[in-house]
């Protein structure tokens, strides 16, 4: 019954958070500030009523003074009430182009500044990356990306794609890792304490002086990070 009731005020919590959000990017359209704040409108209303505790580590995300890419683990949708609560100040991020049909969100979602990919076409991809790169490179914005590409639903991070660590090369900006620990499978929803999340940022890792070549190496060294991280934040979670 819990459950139920949790998912109606849910349900009505993500019309209002996206009615108010869509208002707020129509007063200022692409400003990179609007993703900060209309993820706190979806999260922090959606963590009280989850009755989710997040301990959250971030002090080196959300103190971070320049442009940096931005790479976190994808478990599920309730990601964007998780993580909302750690966006920093002037963040976007990338999105599947079909995200632009959900009412409300994907409409605000684009007026926040946000980029949509079609990653079915090459071509509007390639240039989507070029306008990541120069905003990265000229705007004093950070880019968000889930690097695995689609939701791991809890089963482990899956293999990352390039595109995140092609964009930090070349635009000669750090990646900062931000970790979540395995929520989606431990949630109890009809429980009134819903579970515990940790999250944790990494300390970025430079790529000044870097090239292409040395993307597969980058790639590796942050995924193995941020798997050791998780295992950890488990580990902790479950001796708790």
Known sequence: MLFLLRMLAMGVHFILAGVLGLLLGLCRPFNPDNSRLCARLYSLPALWLLRLKLKRDVQGLLGHQRSAVIVANHQSNYDLYVLGSVVPERTVSIGKKSLKWVPFFGQLYWLAGNVLLDRGNAAQAKRAMLT????????????WVFPEGTRNLGQGLLPFKKGAFQMAIAAGVPIIPVCVSTYVKHMQLNRWNSGQIMIRALPAIATAGLSQDDLPRLLEDCRTQMQ???DAMDQQLEAA
């Open 228 to 230: 050791q991280c998780i």
């Open 132 to 143: 990541t790169t120069d905003t990265l490179k000229h705007k004093d914005t950070s880019i």
